[in-house]
Protein backbone atom coordinates (compact mmCIF):
# COMPACT_ATOMS: atom_id res chain seq x y z
CA UNK A 1 0.00 0.00 0.00
CA UNK A 2 1.41 3.65 -0.92
CA UNK A 3 0.60 6.70 1.05
CA UNK A 4 -0.89 9.32 -0.74
CA UNK A 5 -1.21 12.95 0.59
CA UNK A 6 -5.10 14.72 0.84
CA UNK A 7 -4.73 16.88 -1.99
CA UNK A 8 -3.20 14.03 -4.47
CA UNK A 9 -6.32 12.01 -3.22
CA UNK A 10 -8.97 14.82 -4.00
CA UNK A 11 -7.44 15.15 -7.08
CA UNK A 12 -7.41 11.69 -7.93
CA UNK A 13 -10.93 10.47 -7.12
CA UNK A 14 -12.31 13.73 -9.12
CA UNK A 15 -10.75 12.40 -12.20
CA UNK A 16 -11.92 8.67 -11.59
CA UNK A 17 -15.32 10.06 -10.93
CA UNK A 18 -15.06 12.26 -14.60
CA UNK A 19 -14.14 9.00 -15.92
CA UNK A 20 -17.09 6.98 -14.42
CA UNK A 21 -19.48 9.67 -15.19
CA UNK A 22 -18.62 9.32 -19.23
CA UNK A 23 -18.55 5.48 -19.16
CA UNK A 24 -22.18 4.99 -17.22
CA UNK A 25 -23.58 8.03 -19.22
CA UNK A 26 -22.32 6.10 -22.89
CA UNK A 27 -23.19 3.03 -21.69
CA UNK A 28 -26.32 3.35 -20.26
CA UNK A 29 -27.36 6.12 -23.83
CA UNK A 30 -26.20 2.76 -25.87
CA UNK A 31 -28.84 0.83 -24.72
CA UNK A 32 -31.47 3.68 -24.45
CA UNK A 33 -30.36 3.71 -28.28
CA UNK A 34 -30.84 0.30 -28.71
CA UNK A 35 -34.20 0.10 -27.04
CA UNK A 36 -35.45 2.92 -29.84
CA UNK A 37 -35.66 5.43 -27.06
CA UNK A 38 -32.72 8.19 -28.87
CA UNK A 39 -32.93 8.21 -32.70
CA UNK A 40 -29.34 8.12 -34.68
CA UNK A 41 -26.34 6.43 -34.27
CA UNK A 42 -24.37 6.84 -30.70
CA UNK A 43 -20.04 7.40 -31.64
CA UNK A 44 -19.03 6.55 -28.27
CA UNK A 45 -15.86 7.16 -26.05
CA UNK A 46 -15.49 3.97 -24.04
CA UNK A 47 -11.72 3.47 -23.58
CA UNK A 48 -10.80 7.36 -24.23
CA UNK A 49 -11.93 8.50 -20.95
CA UNK A 50 -8.78 9.60 -19.74
CA UNK A 51 -7.81 11.62 -22.41
CA UNK A 52 -11.60 13.97 -21.94
CA UNK A 53 -11.01 13.88 -17.78
CA UNK A 54 -7.30 14.76 -17.60
CA UNK A 55 -7.26 17.28 -19.82
CA UNK A 56 -10.68 19.52 -18.23
CA UNK A 57 -9.41 18.78 -15.05
CA UNK A 58 -6.73 21.41 -15.84
CA UNK A 59 -9.10 23.91 -17.33
CA UNK A 60 -11.48 26.47 -15.53
CA UNK A 61 -15.26 27.07 -16.17
CA UNK A 62 -14.56 29.89 -18.47
CA UNK A 63 -11.95 28.15 -20.83
CA UNK A 64 -13.51 27.02 -23.94
CA UNK A 65 -13.37 23.57 -25.84
CA UNK A 66 -14.20 22.37 -29.30
CA UNK A 67 -14.94 18.96 -29.72
CA UNK A 68 -15.30 16.15 -32.08
CA UNK A 69 -18.06 13.63 -33.18
CA UNK A 70 -17.05 11.08 -30.55
CA UNK A 71 -18.25 14.16 -28.08
CA UNK A 72 -19.65 12.87 -24.95
CA UNK A 73 -16.45 12.74 -23.09
CA UNK A 74 -15.17 16.40 -23.55
CA UNK A 75 -18.92 17.94 -22.98
CA UNK A 76 -18.92 15.46 -19.70
CA UNK A 77 -15.82 16.67 -18.38
CA UNK A 78 -15.89 19.91 -19.57
CA UNK A 79 -19.15 20.12 -16.59
CA UNK A 80 -22.20 20.18 -19.44
CA UNK A 81 -24.74 18.75 -17.48
CA UNK A 82 -26.10 15.39 -17.54
CA UNK A 83 -29.83 15.42 -17.73
CA UNK A 84 -29.39 18.33 -20.59
CA UNK A 85 -27.04 16.04 -22.40
CA UNK A 86 -29.28 12.61 -21.86
CA UNK A 87 -32.24 14.60 -22.66
CA UNK A 88 -30.38 16.26 -26.18
CA UNK A 89 -29.68 12.15 -27.04
CA UNK A 90 -33.64 12.18 -26.37
CA UNK A 91 -34.23 14.98 -28.83
CA UNK A 92 -35.98 16.28 -26.15
CA UNK A 93 -36.69 20.30 -25.29
CA UNK A 94 -34.84 20.67 -22.41
CA UNK A 95 -31.70 18.98 -24.04
CA UNK A 96 -28.21 21.41 -24.48
CA UNK A 97 -29.62 21.99 -28.07
CA UNK A 98 -33.42 22.04 -27.03
CA UNK A 99 -33.32 18.58 -28.64
CA UNK A 100 -31.98 19.86 -32.31
CA UNK A 101 -28.60 18.79 -31.91
CA UNK A 102 -28.39 15.35 -30.79
CA UNK A 103 -25.34 13.03 -29.96
CA UNK A 104 -22.88 14.63 -32.46
CA UNK A 105 -23.87 18.60 -31.87
CA UNK A 106 -23.87 18.86 -28.25
CA UNK A 107 -23.20 22.15 -27.33
CA UNK A 108 -22.98 24.23 -23.78
CA UNK A 109 -21.87 28.03 -24.29
CA UNK A 110 -23.00 28.01 -20.53
CA UNK A 111 -19.78 25.84 -19.49
CA UNK A 112 -17.12 26.71 -22.29
CA UNK A 113 -18.52 23.67 -24.56
CA UNK A 114 -18.37 25.30 -28.05
CA UNK A 115 -19.08 22.08 -29.54
CA UNK A 116 -19.37 18.45 -30.68
CA UNK A 117 -18.71 18.45 -34.59
CA UNK A 118 -19.62 16.07 -37.16
CA UNK A 119 -16.88 17.27 -39.86
CA UNK A 120 -13.44 15.33 -39.12
CA UNK A 121 -11.15 18.01 -38.41
CA UNK A 122 -13.68 20.95 -38.18
CA UNK A 123 -13.46 21.99 -34.46
CA UNK A 124 -9.76 23.31 -35.30
CA UNK A 125 -10.49 26.60 -36.87
CA UNK A 126 -13.76 27.01 -34.42
CA UNK A 127 -10.76 26.66 -31.75
CA UNK A 128 -8.52 29.09 -33.60
CA UNK A 129 -11.08 31.59 -34.08
CA UNK A 130 -12.44 31.35 -30.68
CA UNK A 131 -8.51 31.93 -29.40
CA UNK A 132 -8.27 35.06 -31.83
CA UNK A 133 -11.25 35.97 -29.60
CA UNK A 134 -10.40 35.46 -26.67
CA UNK A 135 -6.85 37.28 -27.33
CA UNK A 136 -9.07 40.62 -28.71
CA UNK A 137 -10.83 40.76 -25.55
CA UNK A 138 -8.03 40.61 -23.18
CA UNK A 139 -8.98 37.49 -21.72
CA UNK A 140 -7.27 35.32 -19.57
CA UNK A 141 -8.95 32.50 -20.79
CA UNK A 142 -7.58 29.62 -23.32
CA UNK A 143 -9.26 27.22 -25.71
CA UNK A 144 -8.72 23.22 -25.88
CA UNK A 145 -9.41 21.80 -28.85
CA UNK A 146 -9.95 17.65 -29.35
CA UNK A 147 -9.62 15.87 -32.23
CA UNK A 148 -8.87 12.63 -33.74
CA UNK A 149 -6.25 10.98 -35.50
CA UNK A 150 -7.86 10.86 -38.16
CA UNK A 151 -7.87 14.99 -38.38
CA UNK A 152 -4.28 15.50 -38.98
CA UNK A 153 -4.48 14.80 -42.26
CA UNK A 154 -7.02 16.98 -43.27
CA UNK A 155 -5.83 20.54 -44.78
CA UNK A 156 -7.30 22.73 -41.75
CA UNK A 157 -5.06 20.72 -39.03
CA UNK A 158 -2.31 22.54 -40.84
CA UNK A 159 -4.26 25.99 -41.23
CA UNK A 160 -5.28 25.77 -37.58
CA UNK A 161 -1.68 25.01 -36.23
CA UNK A 162 0.06 26.95 -38.88
CA UNK A 163 -2.61 29.94 -37.44
CA UNK A 164 -2.25 29.79 -33.99
CA UNK A 165 1.72 29.26 -33.94
CA UNK A 166 1.84 32.64 -36.01
CA UNK A 167 -0.29 34.55 -33.28
CA UNK A 168 0.46 32.42 -30.50
CA UNK A 169 -2.95 32.08 -29.83
CA UNK A 170 -3.86 30.42 -25.99
CA UNK A 171 -4.79 26.95 -28.11
CA UNK A 172 -4.31 23.68 -26.54
CA UNK A 173 -3.92 20.96 -29.19
CA UNK A 174 -5.27 17.80 -27.99
CA UNK A 175 -4.57 14.79 -30.62
CA UNK A 176 -6.92 12.20 -29.42
CA UNK A 177 -5.49 9.34 -31.15
CA UNK A 178 -7.32 6.12 -30.89
CA UNK A 179 -5.39 4.54 -33.79
CA UNK A 180 -8.40 4.48 -36.00
CA UNK A 181 -10.36 6.43 -38.87
CA UNK A 182 -13.51 5.16 -38.69
CA UNK A 183 -12.35 1.79 -40.08
CA UNK A 184 -8.57 2.40 -40.87
CA UNK A 185 -5.69 2.01 -39.18
CA UNK A 186 -4.81 5.80 -38.81
CA UNK A 187 -0.78 4.59 -39.13
CA UNK A 188 -1.50 2.95 -42.82
CA UNK A 189 -2.15 5.91 -44.16
CA UNK A 190 -0.29 8.84 -42.32
CA UNK A 191 3.01 10.14 -42.93
CA UNK A 192 6.05 11.00 -41.34
CA UNK A 193 6.82 10.64 -37.39
CA UNK A 194 3.41 11.55 -35.72
CA UNK A 195 1.01 14.38 -34.80
CA UNK A 196 3.66 15.79 -32.58
CA UNK A 197 6.17 16.19 -34.96
CA UNK A 198 4.17 18.39 -37.24
CA UNK A 199 3.60 20.16 -34.45
CA UNK A 200 7.33 20.62 -33.46
CA UNK A 201 7.39 21.56 -37.43
CA UNK A 202 5.79 24.46 -36.67
CA UNK A 203 7.47 25.29 -33.18
CA UNK A 204 4.57 24.34 -31.04
CA UNK A 205 5.60 23.07 -27.74
CA UNK A 206 4.84 19.23 -27.61
CA UNK A 207 3.95 15.96 -25.74
CA UNK A 208 3.77 12.56 -26.28
CA UNK A 209 1.55 11.25 -23.14
CA UNK A 210 0.01 7.52 -22.29
CA UNK A 211 -3.88 8.59 -23.60
CA UNK A 212 -5.07 5.83 -20.53
CA UNK A 213 -3.54 7.48 -17.93
CA UNK A 214 -5.22 9.81 -16.76
CA UNK A 215 -2.79 11.56 -14.05
CA UNK A 216 -0.39 11.81 -16.61
CA UNK A 217 -2.87 13.09 -19.49
CA UNK A 218 -3.95 15.47 -16.03
CA UNK A 219 -0.35 16.47 -15.54
CA UNK A 220 0.84 17.13 -19.15
CA UNK A 221 -2.11 19.09 -19.55
CA UNK A 222 -1.61 21.23 -16.32
CA UNK A 223 1.83 22.22 -17.70
CA UNK A 224 0.89 23.04 -20.65
CA UNK A 225 -2.27 24.78 -19.44
CA UNK A 226 0.58 26.67 -17.01
CA UNK A 227 2.58 27.79 -20.46
CA UNK A 228 -0.44 28.90 -22.07
CA UNK A 229 -1.74 31.01 -19.61
CA UNK A 230 1.40 33.19 -19.67
CA UNK A 231 1.00 34.01 -23.15
CA UNK A 232 3.89 31.24 -24.17
CA UNK A 233 2.29 30.53 -27.40
CA UNK A 234 0.04 27.31 -28.66
CA UNK A 235 0.99 24.06 -26.99
CA UNK A 236 -0.20 20.37 -28.15
CA UNK A 237 -0.46 16.91 -26.71
CA UNK A 238 -0.61 13.61 -28.24
CA UNK A 239 -2.41 11.25 -26.19
CA UNK A 240 -2.11 8.03 -27.09
CA UNK A 241 -5.44 5.76 -26.10
CA UNK A 242 -7.35 3.19 -27.37
CA UNK A 243 -11.23 2.80 -28.85
CA UNK A 244 -12.89 -0.29 -27.13
CA UNK A 245 -15.91 0.01 -28.82
CA UNK A 246 -16.78 0.42 -32.62
CA UNK A 247 -16.56 3.51 -34.43
CA UNK A 248 -20.17 3.42 -34.49
CA UNK A 249 -22.70 1.54 -31.77
CA UNK A 250 -23.19 -0.66 -34.95
CA UNK A 251 -20.18 -1.30 -35.82
CA UNK A 252 -18.17 -4.60 -34.51
CA UNK A 253 -15.03 -3.68 -34.32
CA UNK A 254 -13.73 -6.56 -36.98
CA UNK A 255 -10.86 -5.03 -38.86
CA UNK A 256 -9.16 -4.76 -35.59
CA UNK A 257 -6.39 -7.30 -34.45
CA UNK A 258 -7.66 -9.58 -32.30
CA UNK A 259 -4.32 -9.98 -29.87
CA UNK A 260 -4.11 -5.90 -29.70
CA UNK A 261 -7.98 -5.68 -28.56
CA UNK A 262 -7.36 -7.91 -25.88
CA UNK A 263 -3.78 -6.49 -24.70
CA UNK A 264 -5.94 -2.96 -24.84
CA UNK A 265 -9.08 -4.34 -22.60
CA UNK A 266 -6.42 -4.92 -20.11
CA UNK A 267 -5.15 -0.71 -20.34
CA UNK A 268 -8.93 0.10 -20.09
CA UNK A 269 -8.46 3.65 -18.28
CA UNK A 270 -10.98 2.96 -15.72
CA UNK A 271 -9.09 -0.28 -14.92
CA UNK A 272 -5.96 1.07 -14.12
CA UNK A 273 -6.92 3.97 -12.29
CA UNK A 274 -8.96 2.07 -10.08
CA UNK A 275 -6.16 -0.53 -9.40
CA UNK A 276 -4.23 2.41 -8.51
CA UNK A 277 -6.47 4.00 -6.16
CA UNK A 278 -6.72 0.34 -4.43
CA UNK A 279 -3.44 0.29 -3.94
CA UNK A 280 -3.54 3.91 -2.28
CA UNK A 281 -6.76 1.73 0.18
CA UNK A 282 -9.20 4.02 -1.48
CA UNK A 283 -11.72 1.26 -2.31
CA UNK A 284 -14.29 2.60 0.26
CA UNK A 285 -14.39 5.85 -1.38
CA UNK A 286 -14.40 4.65 -5.21
CA UNK A 287 -17.52 2.64 -3.69
CA UNK A 288 -19.19 5.72 -2.41
CA UNK A 289 -18.38 7.65 -5.91
CA UNK A 290 -19.64 4.63 -8.26
CA UNK A 291 -23.03 5.09 -5.93
CA UNK A 292 -23.34 8.86 -6.72
CA UNK A 293 -22.59 8.53 -10.54
CA UNK A 294 -25.23 5.65 -10.61
CA UNK A 295 -27.81 7.78 -8.95
CA UNK A 296 -26.61 11.06 -11.42
CA UNK A 297 -27.27 8.75 -14.36
CA UNK A 298 -30.21 7.40 -12.76
CA UNK A 299 -31.84 10.68 -12.49
CA UNK A 300 -30.34 11.91 -16.18
CA UNK A 301 -32.20 9.19 -17.77
CA UNK A 302 -35.16 9.23 -16.16
CA UNK A 303 -35.25 13.38 -16.70
CA UNK A 304 -34.62 12.57 -20.67
CA UNK A 305 -37.71 10.22 -20.12
CA UNK A 306 -39.93 12.65 -19.13
CA UNK A 307 -38.82 15.57 -20.81
CA UNK A 308 -40.83 17.23 -23.60
CA UNK A 309 -40.20 16.74 -27.36
CA UNK A 310 -39.51 20.10 -28.92
CA UNK A 311 -42.97 21.96 -30.50
CA UNK A 312 -43.03 21.00 -34.44
CA UNK A 313 -43.24 24.87 -34.89
CA UNK A 314 -40.47 25.45 -33.06
CA UNK A 315 -38.13 23.26 -35.73
CA UNK A 316 -37.03 26.14 -37.67
CA UNK A 317 -36.62 28.32 -34.38
CA UNK A 318 -32.49 29.28 -33.37
CA UNK A 319 -30.91 26.92 -36.69
CA UNK A 320 -29.01 28.38 -39.11
CA UNK A 321 -31.36 30.59 -41.46
CA UNK A 322 -31.49 28.98 -44.79
CA UNK A 323 -34.89 30.88 -45.76
CA UNK A 324 -38.33 30.03 -45.74
CA UNK A 325 -38.67 26.61 -47.14
CA UNK A 326 -40.46 26.91 -50.33
C1 LIG B 1 -14.47 15.89 -43.51
C2 LIG B 1 -14.99 14.52 -43.17
N1 LIG B 1 -14.52 13.45 -43.84
C3 LIG B 1 -14.98 12.22 -43.56
C4 LIG B 1 -15.93 12.04 -42.60
C5 LIG B 1 -16.46 10.63 -42.27
N2 LIG B 1 -15.88 10.22 -40.97
C6 LIG B 1 -16.61 10.33 -39.85
S1 LIG B 1 -15.72 9.88 -38.50
C7 LIG B 1 -14.37 9.51 -39.42
C8 LIG B 1 -13.11 9.00 -38.78
C9 LIG B 1 -12.46 10.03 -37.94
O1 LIG B 1 -11.35 9.51 -37.30
P1 LIG B 1 -10.66 10.28 -36.13
O2 LIG B 1 -10.54 11.73 -36.46
O3 LIG B 1 -9.43 9.57 -35.79
O4 LIG B 1 -11.71 10.19 -34.94
P2 LIG B 1 -12.29 8.90 -34.21
O5 LIG B 1 -13.50 8.47 -34.99
O6 LIG B 1 -11.22 7.88 -34.20
O7 LIG B 1 -12.65 9.37 -32.85
C10 LIG B 1 -14.61 9.74 -40.76
C11 LIG B 1 -13.63 9.53 -41.83
C12 LIG B 1 -16.41 13.18 -41.92
N3 LIG B 1 -17.34 13.09 -40.96
N4 LIG B 1 -15.91 14.40 -42.20
Known amino acids: MTAIGQNER?????????????????????????????????????????????????????????????????????????????????????????????????????????GANGVVGGGLGIAVGAAQGLRVRGSNAITACFFGDGAVNRGPFLESLNWAATFRLPVLFVCEDNGFAAFTETARVTAGAGPAARAEALDIQNVVVDGNDVIAVADAASAMVERLRRKAGPAFIHAQTYRLRGHTIADQ??????????????????????????????????????????????????????????????????????????
Not at 55 to 77: N, P, Y
Not at 278 to 299: C, F, G, P, R, Y
Open 10 to 114: IRALALLRTMLRIRRFEEVAEIAQRAGEIPGTLHLSIGQEAVAAGVCSALERTDLITSTHRGHGHSIAKGASLVAMMAELFGRASGTCKGKGGSMHIADFSVGML
Open 253 to 326: GAYRDAETHSRQELRDPILLMRQRLTDWNLSEDMQKLQLQVEDDISAALAGARAAVFPAPESALAEVQDIGAPA
